[in-house]
Structure formats: structure tokens, C-alpha cells
């Protein structure tokens, strides 16, 4: 990350936040599109709630960077945003493969929902239009998937070995509810994870030119789920490992 830039870290609500950073912010203290000023480990950072899903997290993440390269102040202290740690919660497809309560580093964000309907699935590139063209001798148009930054980019040291799981993850507007869907998801997709803000916070990153890291805590098992299939609580409490993980608390 540049010298003297600031680290955005967000998440879809104000308890991820508060769970992921015990002592340094409270629920309270956080509003949606409203970043807070917080001190980690000598980095300037700021706090920000997305909201829930994909249109309010690009919503929430274009606001973050309009306002600091417009100059956005607290006081006397101006933001440059070097890069982005997107945390939160996620469900997964496999529980004995990513099981409740792990913290799992994504590598790949999907939208499986970006393409051609043919009425049974959504195919990306049989749709004339990718989301965006790069520039040239840039990599490849982006249609439904961006790759995603590795921690290093936000850390302050390495990892331990198996911190975190690497994985990949769906973003998707509408949450599994059944069988079918789920298994239709995880197969289509070769996805591991499903989440509602992923890609779109990447792709704003992508756009900006800036890092993205994302780092999501297994709360649930994604479609139909048994009581022994969830601990939300487990979940919000494993998100307190991600700062520590990366050198930032």
C-alpha cells in the first residue's frame, strides 16, 4: 500500500465492523456511507458500513472514493484510500470443506447473475457487453468474475500459515434458499462461497485502480440448513482474527 495512504476497511453492517475490531469501534459509532477514522497499528484507516448487498456496496464504495480523492477531511486530516479490506460473513457450499466459523481469504469474486438469461442459467460472455472494456494492454475485459488481491497487499506481515483459507466466492442479491439452487450455484460456478457485497466492492477497486483484499468468516451453510449448520454468533466472534492476522491490531 503507498506511503501515507489510508486503508478502507468495510463490511455490509455495523456489527461485522465491531466484531472485526474490538475496542476500536463500537456499533454505535457507525453509520452506513459515513467513514470513521480509526488508528491501526501506526496505518490511517477508515471504517465504513456498505450496507447490505451489491448496489448498496458499490454505492457505498463509489461515495468512499469520491470523497477522499475530492479531498474528504476530518478535522485537518485528508484520506487517500491505498487500499481495501472488505470483510464480513459468508455462507458456504461445503461445510466439511470450509467449515462454520473459518476465516477464508477470497481469491476470485463471481456474479452469476451478469449475462445472457436463456431462462435455466445466466452465461457471461454469450452477452455482447462486458462490464467493463480495459484499457489498452490492460488483462481481459471484466464480464462476472475479478480476481482479488492476496493479503499482502494490506498486511503489515505474513499471515501465519493457515490463517485463512483460500476460496472462491459467489456475490449474489438474492440468497440460496433451497437444494436445488445451491447445488446449482456451487457447480455452475465452482464457487466455495456465497456473499452479497464481494464483487461489487472489487469491481469499484478494480475501477479505481486500488488493492482489494477480501477476508469473509463461514456464519452458515449456504441453501436449506439444520441448527447445527449456522453459528452466526461463532461467526461475527472469528471476524476479531482477521486485524491480528494481518498485523494491523
Not at 65 to 89: E, H
Not at 172 to 194: C, D, I, K, T, W
Not at 207 to 235: I, M, Q, T, W
Amino acid at each position: 500500500m503507498p506511503e501515507g495512504a489510508a486503508l478502507l476497511v468495510c463490511a455490509a453492517t455495523a456489527a461485522e465492523l465491531a466484531h472485526a475490531a474490538p475496542g476500536l469501534v463500537t456499533e454505535d459509532a457507525l453509520r452506513e456511507l459515513t467513514p470513521v477514522p480509526v488508528r491501526l497499528k501506526g496505518r490511517e484507516a477508515l471504517f465504513c458500513v456498505t450496507g447490505v448487498g451489491p448496489v448498496n456496496a458499490a454505492l457505498a464504495l463509489g461515495f468512499c472514493f469520491g470523497l477522499t480523492s475530492a479531498g474528504g477531511k476530518d478535522g485537518a486530516t485528508s484520506w487517500r484510500i491505498g487500499a481495501v479490506l472488505n470483510l464480513g460473513l459468508a455462507g458456504a457450499f461445503d461445510l466439511e470443506a470450509t467449515p462454520l466459523r473459518a476465516l477464508c481469504l477470497v481469491e476470485e469474486e463471481i456474479w452469476p447473475e451478469y449475462g445472457l438469461n436463456d431462462g435455466s442459467s445466466v452465461t457471461a460472455r454469450a452477452f455482447s457487453y462486458p462490464q467493463w472494456r480495459k484499457a489498452d494492454g490492460a488483462p481481459e475485459d471484466v464480464y462476472d468474475r475479478l480476481r482479488l488481491a492476496d493479503a499482502g497487499a494490506v498486511a503489515r506481515r505474513d499471515p501465519a500459515p493457515g490463517a485463512f483459507l483460500p476460496r472462491r466466492s459467489l456475490t449474489v442479491a438474492g440468497v440460496s434458499a433451497s437444494f436445488a439452487r445451491a447445488r446449482e450455484m456451487a457447480n455452475r460456478h465452482r464457487a466455495e462461497l456465497e456473499n452479497m457485497e464481494g464483487f461489487a466492492v472489487a469491481y469499484a477497486c478494480a475501477r479505481a485502480g486500488v488493492p482489494c483484499v477480501e477476508v469473509r468468516a463461514v456464519s452458515n451453510k449456504v441453501g436449506p440448513r439444520a441448527a447445527d449448520e449456522k453459528d452466526f454468533p461463532g461467526a461475527l466472534a472469528a471476524l476479531g482474527g482477521i486485524l491480528p492476522a494481518l498485523g494491523l491490531a
